[in-house]
């Protein structure tokens, strides 16, 4: 049988949590960092989470995380 190949843009930018929900990054805090608030980039900082049906198109992409 053939294995599925994990998508490789996927496979950087996302992980799976024990409990099976799916870590990302939050976006926004790479550059232009001077005017925005301190305690938003401290937010920012934080891993967000995927859910619905985001969460699920991404989980057919990284099979094997």
Request: overall charge positive; cysteine-free.
């Amino acid at each position: 049988m053939i294995k599925m190949k994990t998508h490789s843009g996927a496979k950087k930018r996302f992980n799976l949590t024990k409990s099976g929900k799916i870590k990302r990054k939050k976006a926004f805090a790479r550059h232009i960092l001077t005017k925005k608030p301190q305690n938003r980039m401290r937010k920012l900082r934080k891993a967000g989470t995927l859910g619905g049906l985001d969460a699920k198109n991404i989980k057919k992409l990284i099979p094997y995380k």
